[in-house]
């Protein structure tokens, strides 16, 4: 990840006149999009046979042209229209903003609504010069507050380039804050929904482009001040987002007062809260009267962030009593966020000796499990390497593959050289992997031959480790066709999703030198542009006839069909977790119809039954879905991104990414509003029931089955 999705990391229906026209729209902008009431066996509608076109040139990215969707620009249903809008802007191609900016005018504001989101997706990488000009005019003559909001939301991520864009967009958010109207005349809240989302996502943005003075205006503070303070008794759930989403933008810009900070975190919110810590724990805002609470809140969430804070503030001064006391948390993430803090040494030595040797005494109980212990015995191992040894003899031969890859870095910390070596032959590549990488930091070259053993895995994390350690530490040893090998290997496999692992391999032969044109040359024309732009990259290092990268891509996955959508819009996938409980997903394919269709597919193979979850990040995402348990490893196509304006927030499910494009049917589930991932990475679920569950997957959670079910 990036994220998430990861998207999202990552909306719309068929719209009517006056108020119905505006309860759909909120509908379309939070992406909540309604389910089909058509019956089985009934053919599908003329929505989603216009649906199925639009993404088959969607996906396509304009290979068999546009004509499709131009020509739904044009349709009578607004859903269709609204979705054919989408598309131009997924294409995020800079010259169609003067086309979509024409949907601005659209007698639907379901229509607007999308067109503003495909306006600033347009710009995505590029000059947003033309979706400033075009999100800034409308907002003083539009009338729909859900448009208005999408307005707002856009003009605010744009990433501006010079002052004079950022001060044109700042102005655009006051020109909106100054619109807002009563609370009755906002239905759902939507205007300072959008508001808060697009301030946010500004002050996020300014304060990456210019960390020492990407200051809010002092009209945007006002309008953010007020926000962060927004009750209603009708809007519970949407005042406490705009609320977090309010500080989140002081708190981005260091713009939270001390005062404001305090009565803050007296909100009943925990997610208000937890933004109250991180600002203390960033800037040290009113810390002295934030962490020490924050380390009682009946939220694990917010007290998971307090730990930081003192670790950061006060620990220095006071020493780690309230660290070595969250040892014993009920809640494992927080238990966990505790151990991870005591690794370093604290005043108390005997103290978190004995703390940390407690914790990793508890695999002697099998209802403890193993997660704490492990990590434990890796703190341990950072303060006191000789405190270890009889435990690594224990935990290297654990049943779990995840245990062994700790005890790993384990060993590495305690300078446990025949361990690590021991490891490096261990049957899971994820064990192998953090082994070697431990010999390089503790031996570098005298691990060669273990290095170049792994070449012959087939695990894509696996190799690319072992060809950096090669480069790193013996090039001058490693001949160009011992990384041939492996790259032949893995090309035949015909799998877009180990892109990654060839490029490295790329690059390994040409930092040992050595190869041939022969060697090369096939690579020019490889299904992968950029593995043949690598390749041509190398031709030219070694002189001699120029070349050009002429790819030869794949066949084109099919997209679903007009039936196909219509059944996922009925679907849900129940992931039933080994110990755990179920997750409940419902498929979103009106935000992104190719990755839920696949997700939906690969369920209903079995593809993910006995699956884990290998990475945990408490407050962010957890992600999972990988044959291989690592980044590297999934299904062998990749997908494309399908960004919508659906925000990620909590229960979200989206697609994990390596970068553009690159899905590999990888999926995170958001923990918390993960705003930063928006427009970003692809959603295609939500979780309608079990997030109590996913709140519970602990890393190497297993997936027992995962089976598609009619809603």
Known sequence: MEPLSVAAKGPGGVRRLGWASKLMAVVLLLGTWGVANSGCGRPPSDFHTAYAEIVAEEDARGRIGLARIRGHLESADPAVRALATRALGRMEEPGHVGLIKEMLLDGDPSVRVVAAAAVAQAVYGKDPEAAIRALSEPIARESDPVVLASLATNLGRLPFRTPEQREAIAGGLEAVAGRLPEPIGDPGLAVRLGLARGIEAFARGSRRVDPESGLLSSGLVSAASTLAG????????????IRRLATAALVHTDQLGAEDAVRSFRDLDWGVRRHVVIAALRHGIAYADVVLSGLDDPDFRVRLEALSAYDRWIR???????????????????????????????????????????????????????????????????????????????????????????????????????????????????????????????????????????????????????????????????????????????????????????????????????????????????????????????????????????????????????????????????????????????????????????????????????????????????????PNANEYAGDGRYSRDEISGHPHWRGTVGLSTRGRDTGDAQIFINLADNVRLDFNYTIYGEVLEGMEVVDAVQEGAVIESARVERR
């Open 316 to 626: 220095p001064g006071e020493g780690c009593g309230p660290i070595f006391r969250a040892l014993g948390d009920p809640n494992p993430h927080v238990s966990a966020r505790a151990i991870d803090l005591a690794a370093r040494l604290c005043p108390e030595r005997e103290t978190q000796r004995s703390a940390l040797q407690r914790k990793v005494a508890q695999a002697d109980d099998p209802a403890a499990g193993w997660h704490g212990p492990v990590r434990a015995l890796f703190a341990l191992a950072g303060i006191a390497p000789d405190a270890v040894a009889e435990k690594i003899v224990r935990f290297k031969a654990h049943p779990s593959p995840f245990v062994r890859a700790w005890t790993a870095g384990t060993a590495t910390r305690a300078a446990d050289e025949a361990t690590l070596r021991e490891l490096a032959a261990d049957p899971d590549p994820n064990v192998r992997e953090a082994a070697i990488r431990g010999l390089g930091s503790l031996v570098g070259s005298d691990a060669r031959e273990v290095y170049l053993g792994q070449l012959k895995d087939e695990d894509p994390q696996l190799v690319m480790t072992a060809t950096r350690l090669l480069v790193e530490f013996a090039p001058g040893q490693t001949s160009a066709a011992a990384l041939l090998a492996p790259l032949g290997r893995f090309t035949s496999t015909k799998r877009e999703t180990v892109r990654d692992v060839r490029a490295v391999l790329l690059d390994g032969i040409g930092a040992v030198g050595g190869y041939s044109r022969e060697d090369i040359t096939p690579y020019v024309t490889d299904f992968d542009p950029v593995v043949a732009e690598r390749a041509t990259a190398l031709l030219e290092a070694i002189g001699g006839p120029g070349a050009q990268p002429d790819p030869s891509p794949l066949p084109p996955t099919p997209t679903p069909d007009a039936t196909r959508l219509e059944a996922l819009d009925r679907s849900v996938v129940r992931l039933r977790m080994a110990g755990l409980g179920d997750i409940v997903i419902a498929l979103r394919p009106r935000l992104a119809a190719t990755n839920a269709d696949r997700f939906a597919r690969l369920a209903q193979e079995g593809y993910f039954d006995g699956l884990t979850f290998h990475r945990v990040e408490p407050n962010f995402v957890i992600q999972g879905g990988s």
């Open 230 to 241: 927004l009750t209603h008794p009708d809007q519970e759930q949407t005042t406490a987002r």
